[in-house]
């Protein structure tokens, strides 16, 4: 499956960063809260969102933090399991580039983790066929935590990728995490992941207040 990448432009331009083509804008067909952009495979379920929250400052850890939003993101009924956690690089978001920007009155650092979670839920009883057929067996979670000190800030970068038997994708049986099979859509969302580290850039600090 080959992916192709567009510049995309998140909160008026603020920030910018390389999205699937294919990708939409969900802002365009229903409200969005102002702090988080999203964009939905125009073809499919898998989403990315890019959402600016407050810097978490307790638990005082970065992996703490990372594992206290997601958290926040999943539901408390979800089971999930964590089967990666790393740290990234964000080539347009080095330290020394913008440590003596105007825009940025203090040094700031940026520590990033990745957690790739996967959660099963039961589905919903079928009231016919093709509602349990688009029912995912799990979610696989890609997420990435950008920690802003100098501008008290934590953007969380969320890939989701809903396992749906059927849907562009092989049979369950072919996609199982302990082996190393991760199915089609969970591998274009490490590509996805990755093209946004790459591209991911802020264009206006001013977007952060202060």
Known sequence: ??????????????????????????SKIREVPNHQEIYLDASGFSSVIVEIAERVTQPPSDQEAL?????????????????HTDVAQLPLLP?????????VPSPFEFILWVIVPSGTTTPPPATNGNVRAKTPTFTAVILTLIRLVGQSTDILVTVNIPHIPGHQEPSDGEV????????????????????????LEVKDWGLFGG
């Open 95 to 103: 330290y020394a580039k913008y440590s003596l920007k105007p825009l």
């Open 176 to 199: 199982n995490f302990d082996e190393g099979k991760f199915g089609t859509l969970v591998e274009e969302g490490v590509k996805i992941r990755d093209e946004v580290w790459r591209s």
């Open 1 to 26: 499956m080959t992916t192709t990448f567009k510049s995309t432009q998140l909160f008026g331009g603020a920030i910018t960063a390389n999205l699937p083509t294919k990708y939409a804008d969900v």
């Open 67 to 83: 594992k206290f939003h997601f958290e926040d993101i999943v539901d408390e009924h979800d089971t999930s399991r964590i089967w």
